[in-house]
């Protein structure tokens, strides 16, 4: 044990450097804490906001089967329903570094270039022409044809869309 002015000056650093790591241990845990509450309420939002998205991209896939194009009522409940999604994009940083913060923005990118596509299609506003009767062609079969196949490709990337949010809604839960 040290004594004198020596030993008074030893306890008191080693009081300053326990009082150190004691406030530097507290403010980490708490900083942790906080951190993880915002990852929490992160994906709780991100869920929610994916699960609004699929019910829409579920009601794109019915417009599709029941009229072979899809509604402008269901293309904008689907921008409506991005329009959060969107900005969840700037946040990913809240994630931890993982697949999930990549596949999110992919994801967003992806449904806003879909977005694009599906409303240019609409906007051309051409239906489908079904073959004469006679087995001849109609006139304008060949362009009717392109954007039928589009459309096709469409479903087919609704369909990829809809898997890629519902697994990201099961891997955020």
């Known amino acids: 044990m040290p004594s004198g002015t020596n030993g008074q000056v ?5 009081g300053a450097v326990l009082s150190f790591l004691a406030t ?3 403010e980490g845990l708490k900083n942790w804490l906080v951190a993880r509450g915002r990852r929490e309420v992160y994906r709780t939002y991100a869920r929610l906001q994916m699960s609004s998205v699929l019910n829409v ?10 009229n072979s194009r899809y509604m402008p009522r ?43 596509d599906i409303k240019d299609l609409s ?9 004469a009767e ?3 062609a109609v006139e304008g079969t060949d362009k009717t044809t392109t ?3 589009s459309w096709i490709e469409k479903n087919i990337e609704l369909i990829d869309l809809r898997r890629r949010c519902e697994e990201l809604i099961k891997s955020f839960a």
């Open 10 to 14: 030893m306890y008191l650093f080693i």
């Open 24 to 26: 530097s241990l507290v």
């Open 57 to 66: 991209l579920s009601k794109l896939k019915y417009s599709y089967e029941s």
């Open 74 to 116: 269901d293309i904008a409940l689907l921008v409506t329903a991005m329009e959060p999604l969107n900005s969840l994009r700037s946040d990913t940083t809240i994630l931890p570094k993982s697949n999930n913060q990549e596949k999110l923005i992919e994801l967003i990118a992806d449904l806003n270039l879909y977005i694009a």
């Open 123 to 131: 906007a051309q506003n051409v239906s489908i022409v079904p073959a």
């Open 134 to 136: 006679s087995g001849t």
């Open 147 to 149: 954007i039928t196949n």
